[in-house]
């Protein structure tokens, strides 16, 4: 079997399209529940799509690459498709990150607060509808039969942001690439210090520190990690092949997915609340400990694989 | 801009030649990997006890967190020794760019503050009783502010530099 970005991008891109989907009308339907089980999964369920989102979009460009110059192929349709997929993600990873607030301040008291409620209603349903005209567009490249002979696609696009455009934007300025890498370095100094004093702590170093606290710096690793998102997306936009095949940073990719499941493995299973109970000079059990020591492996190995995005170009061959 | 000529001669010493263009994995993005990690290190606790000397996270206690004064060093000293090894493999790009010396003057306070943090507030015996020195709001804030323009200081190193190498503009 011959693995490349085309076949990745259409293996992911269920992912955004269901999991918005999925997400909405379990969201929708926990309003009629009478447990927080539904809304929580819900939830989880933006959370994870949001992650998966990335990668999705971001396989999209070896997968362009690979088909514009094929028969019957249109690179105007292929553009189009890209510009509704650069709007359409900044309302999933939004959502997500609602979601993630909503999650983390429903552990106590055990409901999401109301504005949050409300802000994850407008955003998911924006999101599907986006991810919809997205999925449309992706198919519209190569299934002539589905296209729309009305005009109407090409009226939404006047809306969405061109691709051309959005990359010449990014790299327009040497001082908007600086500010952004800037920025990217701040998250990860917030990721790494909050990030980082729970997991040692957890595998035994400042034994004094009760864990339950060290919690509450979470919300600001994850906080900078949003700000390293945001300014990874819009770097890719403005210099996707750069991006594309270099291994370093598809290598980088997978670890940061890996590693936000190692918080979602450490908050959603037991290692969570053995931990909660952990007091000043005790020890935490051996399956939080290899989260914690697996998490920390991670976080590190994706500064180091960003570190070799630059010298690693073009590492895969096309 | 006048550079001077011993710059000239450490670049082509063997040390500073290999660093540059060595196509080894052990090259100049080694040492710039070990150059983020010991930020990381040093700068990202050293936020954490400065937002919890600001007022958040109240609940973890202070006194422990004296602990992670020492992996702040480690993370120091390997930023000081990674940053040697950077400076002799493009000494005349770092040497000529007044954004450099920015950036040792930024560090050099924020650990000058990191220091008084840790005397002030953490080697105080009345720690225990929960009372933190009056001015650690106005240290910690400082740590903040230092640590965030040395950080962009070092960032824009290779955007303000007027050579790459002696005789070699920057871009």
């Known amino acids: 079997m011959h693995v490349d970005f085309t076949h990745l991008h259409l293996l992911l891109n269920h992912f955004p399209i269901l999991g918005t989907l999925i997400g909405l009308v379990l969201f929708l339907t926990s309003f009629f529940a009478n447990t927080q089980d539904l809304r929580r999964s819900s939830l989880v369920i933006f959370v994870v799509t949001a992650l998966l989102t990335i990668p999705t979009f971001m396989t999209g460009i070896g997968a362009q690459v690979k088909m514009v110059d094929q028969p019957g192929i249109s690179l105007a349709l292929i553009q189009r498709h890209e510009g509704a997929a650069e709007l359409a993600i900044w309302f999933v990873e939004i959502t997500g990150a609602l979601a993630l607030i909503g999650l983390w301040q429903s552990s106590r008291p055990p409901r999401p607060p109301r504005w949050n409620v409300l802000a994850i209603l407008i955003f998911s349903l924006v999101g599907v509808a986006l991810m919809a005209r997205t999925g449309n567009t992706g198919g519209d490249i190569r299934h002539g039969e589905i296209r729309s002979t009305s005009g109407i696609s090409e009226r939404i696009a006047s809306i969405e942001p061109s691709p051309g455009k959005f990359t010449s934007l990014m790299t327009s300025s040497k001082w908007w690439w600086a500010f952004m890498m800037d920025m990217h370095f701040f998250g990860l100094v917030l990721l790494i210090g909050t990030m980082g004093i729970l997991n040692m702590r957890v595998l035994g170093f400042a034994k004094q520190l009760p864990i339950a606290p060290l919690n509450k710096l979470i919300p600001w690793g994850i906080a900078g990690f949003g700000i390293n998102l945001v300014s990874g997306v819009l770097a890719f936009i403005g210099m996707p092949l750069f991006y594309t095949y270099d291994i370093a940073f598809v290598l980088k990719m997978v670890a940061i997915l890996i590693a936000a499941g190692t918080l979602a493995l450490y908050y959603l299973t037991a290692a969570f609340r053995d931990c909660e109970a952990i007091g000043p000079g005790q020890d935490a059990p051996m399956k939080a400990k290899f989260i914690a020591a697996t998490s920390l492996i991670l976080w590190f190995a994706v500064i180091i694989l960003g570190r070799y995005i630059q010298p690693l170009q073009d590492s895969i061959p096309h | ?171």
């Open chain 2, 1 to 171: 801009m006048a550079v001077a000529p011993f710059l000239n001669e450490l670049e082509h010493t063997n040390l500073s030649t290999w660093l540059r263009e060595s196509p080894s994995v052990f090259g100049f993005y080694f040492v710039l990997v070990f150059h983020t990690l010991g930020l990381s290190l040093v700068v990202g606790p050293n936020v954490v006890i400065d937002l919890r000397l600001l007022g958040l996270f109240r609940e973890i206690p202070l006194a422990p967190l004296k602990r992670w004064f020492n992996v702040m060093w480690v993370g120091f000293c390997i930023n000081a020794i990674s940053g040697i090894f950077l400076v002799l493999a493009y000494p005349v790009k770092a040497l000529t760019n007044p954004v450099f010396f920015l950036k040792l003057t930024f560090i050099a306070v924020a650990v000058w503050i990191m220091q008084r943090i840790k005397k002030q507030v953490f080697d105080d015996s009345s720690l225990a009783a929960g009372v933190i020195a009056s001015n650690a709001r106005m240290l910690a804030m400082s740590s903040i502010a230092l640590w965030a323009a040395a950080i962009t200081a070092g960032r824009l190193l290779a955007y303000t530099c007027s050579y790459l190498v002696y005789g070699v503009p920057c871009e």
